[in-house]
């Protein structure tokens, strides 16, 4: 079974800098890896997703992720948040194609001015 | 642009009595989920069904029951709700043109138990 860990539940970040968020995954074979935004009091929101290929994908909103299967990882990046990234964001891995979604822990993002 | 509504957004609740939560998407997608997510933002898979059949049932207690009537709803009944179950309960889809793996996510229903 997969599992999915991002160790930092909480991360303060100034608006203009750089932001990293991350995950690492556990699963034996090929991993499909997601990010999700959660703004407050809303659903899920697909940031990007990793199909086997290319390890550097580029999502909404100027994020991107990079997948290493030699550190079991998926970080999240953005060169420059806005107040708007103010969120909970959420790693996610479907095990293969199996569509059973497991979710890390999530990280809250607080960007001050 | 929300294309899995759910209802109600709110619901507040006494122990006991029995809820039920409403979703529908209007995808096309052929496959359609319960995720819990508890105060802590923790989430977790309940059911998921595919074309009406049940094809995901996590450990959940025997109070929750998943019911559809057709391929674009999921209903979620809980009898005799329990404190634990105040939560906020998320409904999704995805489609096999997918992999079934990018799932689609609706507002969530936010439940409080009295």
């Known amino acids: 079974a997969q599992s999915v860990t991002q160790p930092d539940a909480r991360v303060t970040v100034s608006e203009g800098a750089s932001l990293q968020l991350r995950c690492k995954y556990s699963?034996?074979?090929?991993?499909?890896l997601f990010w999700y935004v959660q703004y407050p009091r809303q659903g899920l929101q697909l940031l990007l997703k990793y199909y086997p290929g290319d390890p550097v994908v580029q999502g909404v909103n100027g994020f991107e992720a990079e997948f290493s299967k030699s550190n079991s990882s998926f970080h999240l990046r953005k060169a420059s948040v806005h107040w708007s990234d103010w969120a909970v964001y959420f790693c996610?891995?479907?095990?293969?194609?199996?569509?059973?979604?497991?979710f890390g822990e999530g990280t809250q993002v607080t960007v001050i001015s | 642009e929300t294309a899995v509504f759910q209802t109600p957004n709110y619901h507040v609740t006494q122990v006991g009595n029995e809820v039920s939560f409403n979703c529908k998407q209007t995808?096309?997608?052929?496959?359609m989920y319960w995720y819990k997510q508890d105060s802590k933002k923790l989430l977790k898979i309940m059911f998921s069904?595919?074309?009406?059949?049940?094809?995901v049932n996590e450990t959940v207690p025997r109070r929750f029951s998943p019911q559809s009537s057709d391929k674009a709803h999921l209903n979620l009944r809980i009898k005799s709700v329990e404190p634990e179950d105040s939560a906020v309960y998320l409904c999704?889809?995805?489609?096999?043109?997918?992999?079934?793996?990018?799932?689609?996510f609706g507002p969530g229903t936010r439940l409080t138990v009295l």
């Open positions: 996610g891995d479907t095990g293969g194609l199996s569509g059973k979604l497991t």
């Open positions: 699963y034996f074979g090929t991993p499909y």
């Open positions: 999704a889809s995805s489609s096999p043109g997918l992999g079934y793996a990018e799932q689609f």
């Open positions: 995808l096309g997608h052929d496959t």
């Open positions: 069904y595919n074309n009406k059949q049940l094809i």
